[in-house]
């Protein structure tokens, strides 16, 4: 499998950290990840189970009719939002949220103004937790994640306007092509499946030697298709990692980038396709296209699970979930940490959520408006540009 070789350079608050500094921090992020592979191995041999659970996979991949639910579900008392998407025109907001007697979706009415103002189109149950929502690019359709963020996972896909069920697939993460005719998700194993999406047929599997494929996007030009990987041994790899497979060759191996980093990568593109943004521990890792290099933004405690781009690529917003040391607000629960991309540096520092669990995801307005972010019970709608909050809604 062809392996992208890439500079490795660490910036921290736009500074480039000199030669003899990065030795240090790489060999603590070896340390650390001796560390990890140690406990993981103290707790197989005491018979333990760690992490989640994952489903029982359906093999070979199948699609299926959304089980029905009652509405009843869908009406329980509201415990968390755990996602959040904005429509292609801004016109709707799609919510996930979490219940004590079941999980649901709500679609939402919107002016583009204040998401207090919304108006409630529908909710309606789903049957697992929605992890992530996505929309196809036309608006028309709604692919709804349910499962563990580590796991085996279900896609359910519903229309857009009315929230009525389509079909379910295998597999997490959803993302649709460009021409709204494929729809890729992410499997526990390390296969990514393309499905079409007019019928729901299984047109493709790409295997990776890896133990789970964790998040997938179509590259901006609609040429490629990556995927982060997570491999729980290998001797050629430093366990995470993304996938790049070509679409007009996808019998052909896909390029592989290893990443610095012992956490699970979430990543994001940028719209004109040069960098791709990996939250990780500690910061955020840029790989650039034209340097061939992989970049290290900050060197900070905390834990990024969230990363997105705002649509004119200027700014990238990071979600931290859990306790965030920060040096103006004191320590903090779930943070948006904004960095501009042309200063390769955090410039401000968001915090909206007081309880915990706080944060859980992030979305832009399509138009870079605004940005939303979800977690304990509410949307949050932020004036990125000044850190100010500019509406609430609560659930």
């Known amino acids: 499998m062809p392996k992208k070789k890439l500079d490795y350079i660490i910036i921290e608050d736009g500074q480039t950290i000199p030669t003899r500094r990065l030795r240090f921090i790489l060999i603590g992020m070896l340390l650390g990840m001796l560390t990890i592979t140690a406990v993981l191995l103290a707790v197989t041999w005491g018979g333990e189970h760690f992490g989640p659970i994952p489903m029982t996979p359906t093999f070979p991949p199948s699609v299926t009719a959304i089980p029905t639910l009652t509405a009843a579900n869908a009406d329980q008392p509201i415990t968390g939002t755990e996602s959040v998407a904005v429509s ?86 959803a993302a649709f092509s460009l021409d709204n005719q494929l729809l890729a998700t992410t499997s526990y194993d390390g296969s990514i499946f393309l499905w079409d999406v007019a019928s729901g ?43 790049q497979w070509d679409l007009t060759n996808l019998d052909a191996p896909p390029i592989t980038y290893d990443l610095f980093t012992d956490w699970i990568p979430y990543f994001d593109l940028s719209p004109d396709g040069r960098f791709t943004m990996i939250a990780q521990r500690g910061g955020v890792q840029v790989i650039d296209q034209r340097q061939d290099s992989l970049l290290q933004w900050g060197i900070k405690d905390g834990i990024a699970e969230m990363v997105t781009f705002s649509p004119d690529g200027e700014w990238l917003a990071l979600g931290f979930n859990g306790l965030y040391p920060s040096p103006t607000h004191g320590n903090v629960y779930g943070p948006i940490s904004l960095y501009s991309v042309a200063q390769a540096r955090e410039v401000r520092l968001m915090v909206g959520y007081s309880d915990y669990p706080q944060l859980s995801d992030l979305a832009f307005a399509p138009d870079g408006a605004y940005l939303l972010s979800a977690g304990s019970g509410a949307l949050i709608q932020w004036n990125y540009l000044d850190g100010t909050e500019i509406s609430r809604l609560e659930f």
Request: hydrophobic share 40%.
């Open 88 to 173: 292609p025109d801004g016109a709707i907001l799609a919510v996930g949220l979490l219940g004590k007697g079941g999980w649901s979706v709500e679609l939402r009415r919107f002016n583009g103004l204040h998401i207090a103002d919304t108006e409630r189109i529908t909710r309606f149950p789903v049957t697992a937790p929605p992890i992530h929502l996505t929309f196809s690019p036309d608006g028309k359709w709604l692919a709804v994640t349910g499962g563990a963020p580590i796991g085996w996972n279900i896609t359910e896909l519903y229309d857009a306007q009315t929230g009525a069920p389509r079909f379910a697939l295998d597999g997490g993460y």
């Open 201 to 243: 047929a299984l047109l493709k599997t790409l295997h990776h030697p890896a133990d789970s494929a964790h998040q997938v996007q179509f590259t901006p030009d609609g040429r490629s298709l990556v995927a982060a990987v997570y491999m729980l041994e290998s001797a050629e790899s430093n366990n995470r990692g993304l996938s």
